[in-house]
């Protein structure tokens, strides 16, 4: 099954982690059977962890790096246009931006596994009902989505836009976490928390209608088209959980107060 792997990389000097597949499929392994579960049967007998220092420090580190990534994207992207945004294609080795574009691809790629570290927190809080279907799909989703790509075409091209947005939606998602971890009082209190799932609703909205508007329109671009209906599909697929995710904790919750 792995022998698709003998395939050469795009990228010759290949970073930590990426050289090959067993380093994630062992850490997505490890995760899946300690948040499903190893963990819950560990955390059986025993109180939950008081995590609250642990939290502070990873949510401020979070909100910390996905702003930092999200300013040197927007920065290239939107105020420099070091791509062409109706085929932004990966550059070629040589390009002066291309060492840019794969430390921000590989910073990327190990972001989505230090999110994994979410769903660890939840099991030693015993915040079960936190654990669903949708948050763990997304966290698995979204590493191995980064590396087969990584792997197999090469980094940047139109995930860059991918990045940009969703360093922003998780920079306002950790912003809210740390909050709520420091002032465990106003969690409650915290209005715009539903605002958190409208934004994420709104980032694939975006990511949907773009793909879907360079794949229509921009037939001429060099980049594959399956990774562009790939990107299609997975919007689709989050905007339908999200949502349901929106109408069951915030609409009918809400009538069922009232």
């Not at 860059?160 to 969703?166: K, R, S």
């Not at 209005?191 to 329109?217: E, G, N, R």
Request: glycine share 6%; charged share 15%; hydrophobic share 45%.
């Amino acid at each position: 099954m792995f022998g698709v792997f003998d395939k050469p990389a795009p990228d010759p000097n290949q970073l930590f982690l990426t050289d090959s597949p067993w380093p994630l499929f062992i850490i997505l392994t490890t995760y899946l059977f300690f948040v499903l579960k190893c963990g819950k049967l560990f955390m059986n007998k025993r109180q939950p962890y008081n995590l609250r220092k642990v939290l502070l420090v990873y949510n401020l580190g979070q909100v910390t790096y996905n702003g930092i990534f999200f300013g040197i994207t927007f920065y290239n992207l939107i105020i420099k246009q070091i791509c062409n945004w109706r085929c932004m294609e990966p550059f070629p080795f040589g390009h002066e931006h291309k060492n840019l574009e794969r430390y921000v691809h590989y910073a990327y790629f190990i972001n989505k596994i230090l999110d994994l570290l979410d769903t660890v927190f939840f099991v030693l809080r015993k915040s079960y009902k936190q654990i669903s279907f949708l948050h763990v799909y997304h966290h698995v989703m979204m590493c191995c989505g980064c590396y087969l790509v990584m792997r197999f075409y090469g980094t940047g091209g139109h995930l860059n836009f991918v990045g940009m947005l969703n360093s922003l939606v998780h920079t306002v998602m950790y912003f809210y976490y740390f909050l709520s971890a420091y002032y465990p009082g106003l969690k409650a209190s915290l209005w715009w928390k539903k605002y958190i799932t409208i934004s994420q609703l709104m980032q694939f909205l975006m990511l949907f209608s773009y793909a879907a508007y360079i794949l229509v329109f921009s037939r001429d671009c060099g980049y594959p088209a399956c990774l562009l209906l790939v990107q299609i599909v997975q919007a689709v697929i989050m905007i339908y959980m999200f949502g349901n995710f929106y109408v069951k904790t915030y609409v009918q919750a809400k009538k069922k107060q009232q």
